[in-house]
């Protein structure tokens, strides 16, 4: 059983940087990484994927240009740096893990999931 643990959540202002960081328990190159988010009152929505080798990312469109997705196999992390941090960026943030090597960017497409790490922008 996979496990994923998320850090680097935290309360900053816009314009703010963070960068979140997932720990994999086992074995990361196997594993395509997605990240997730959630805010209150809505579902899950896709916001970067990267395949298990790091040579393929995709992003949603509102974060394109300020979030960058990355992965250190060796370290079994992957991570993600928030630039230019907006008020509409709070949220529970997720990552995610599935074996393949593929781009996934659908909440079904992947088996392992963190517990979570909150993220919120003051304006």
């Known amino acids: 059983q996979v496990q994923l643990v998320e850090s680097g959540g935290g309360l900053v202002q816009a314009g703010d940087s963070l960068r979140l960081s997932c720990a994999v328990s086992e074995r990361a190159f196997n594993y395509g990484l997605g990240w997730f988010r959630q805010a209150p009152g809505k579902e899950r929505e896709f916001v970067a994927a990267?395949?298990?080798?790091?040579?393929?990312?995709r992003y949603t469109d509102s974060v394109k240009g300020r979030f960058t997705v990355s992965r250190v196999n060796l370290k079994n992390t992957g991570y993600v740096q928030m630039n230019s941090l907006k008020p509409d960026d709070t949220a529970v943030y997720y990552c995610a893990a599935r074996a393949g090597g593929l781009v996934y960017t659908s909440v079904g497409d992947f088996t392992y999931w963190g517990q979570g790490t909150q993220v919120t922008v003051s304006s």
């Open positions: 990267i395949t298990r080798g790091g040579s393929a990312t």
